[in-house]
């Protein structure tokens, strides 16, 4: 293989390097989108776009894991992050979505499902919380895991 095969990624970053760079814009002249970067930029994009959901669809009662809006907006905020569309990676759906539990004290769903995407499979364990029942607001907290 010759040289001008190789292409370098943001994978040789460090994670403090990469988790600053997914927040702000990364300096001109860096590497393309790594495995690392895209995987972080995913679960921050499950996380900002169940909150989002929540701003446009609202509702008094918890959400349950496989909301059909919920994987909608899912599939919509990945396919819209510039570096997965530049590594042409896009989101095609969640499979095998289940509640783990639901704690009706506290009112927190557990849930798993496998994303899956044009670059694989990968595990997904959420959790939906109340944030101000009142409004009718939650948030999500999500985590690909190996």
């Not at 994987?71 to 569309?85: A, S």
């Not at 499979?95 to 506290?106: D, P, R, T, V, Y």
């Not at 044009?118 to 607001?137: M, P, R």
């Amino acid at each position: 293989m010759s040289e001008s095969n190789i292409v370098e990624t943001t994978d040789s970053w460090s994670f403090g390097k990469v988790l600053k760079y997914a927040l702000l814009p990364k300096p001109k002249g860096s590497p393309k989108a790594g495995k690392k970067e895209i995987v972080l930029r995913l679960v921050m994009a499950v996380f900002f776009g169940v909150i989002a959901l929540q701003l446009f669809f609202g509702g008094k009662s918890l959400p349950s894991c496989d909301r059909s809006e919920t994987t909608k907006l899912v599939g919509q905020i990945i396919n819209d992050l510039p570096l997965v569309k530049a590594a042409n990676v896009q989101f095609v759906s969640l499979k095998n979505i289940a509640e783990q539990g639901h704690n009706k004290e506290a009112d927190i769903r557990a849930c798993s499902a496998t994303l899956i995407t044009t670059a694989g499979e990968d595990n997904l364990q959420y959790s939906v919380k109340w944030q101000n029942k009142k409004d009718g607001t939650f948030y999500v907290e999500a985590q690909i895991v190996n």
